[in-house]
């Protein structure tokens, strides 16, 4: 890799750190840390499977699709991003920086890519493709999401980012099967 290649990523590296130290200081504001917690815990599965069953119980039949999409695109995204993190067993920011403080619980040991973003992303893009007037209701949750685990401390933005574009990706490429 060339000077000027290690350069921009080092810079990239910087500017990351600092964003992510920036918005994680938020979380010293007790409202702010308990509002992130939440929107955290609920975006571990509860909010998704509660819309899953609303979907259900809301459209009988007719939503058996749009649930066996989302929980099979679901699926997809659990093994994509656990085989990632094996790979790039990228640390989490309060493990490396002293400045960052950890205000929620991690799932798991490594970072990258945010797996609550990651699968935000695909619930919701899929939910939306088939109950488009569920966006409004989704699409800031699933920001919300991502957002919590940079200010919980649990992930970098490029950690965030990333889940997003493969949760995209994931969400993508699975209509083209349902």
């Known amino acids: 890799m060339s000077f000027d290649m290690r350069f921009y990523i080092n810079r990239m590296h910087q500017f990351d750190s600092f964003l992510c130290v920036a918005v ?3 979380s010293q504001y007790r409202l702010i840390r308990n ?10 599965g509860l909010f998704w499977y509660v819309l899953m069953i609303g979907i259900l119980v809301l459209n009988g039949a007719e939503g058996y699709q749009a649930v066996a999409h989302m929980a099979l695109a679901g699926l997809v995204g659990t093994i994509i991003y656990k085989w990632l993190k094996g790979k790039t067993l990228r640390p ?8 960052i403080w950890l205000a929620g619980t991690p799932l798991d040991k490594f970072s990258f890519p945010s ?10 893009l899929v939910a939306i493709d088939y109950y ?16 919590s685990r940079v200010v919980l401390g649990l992930h970098y933005p490029s950690d965030v980012i990333a889940g997003a574009l493969i949760g995209g990706l994931i969400a993508g490429l699975s209509f083209t099967f349902f």
């Open 24 to 26: 994680n200081h938020t």
């Open 35 to 44: 509002s992130f917690r939440l929107i955290s815990r609920l975006g571990d």
């Open 92 to 99: 989490r920011p309060y493990e490396v920086h002293q400045d």
């Open 115 to 124: 797996g609550h973003t990651l699968h935000a992303v695909v619930f919701g």
């Open 132 to 147: 488009p007037l569920l966006a409004f209701v989704v699409v800031p949750f699933m920001a919300m999401v991502a957002l």
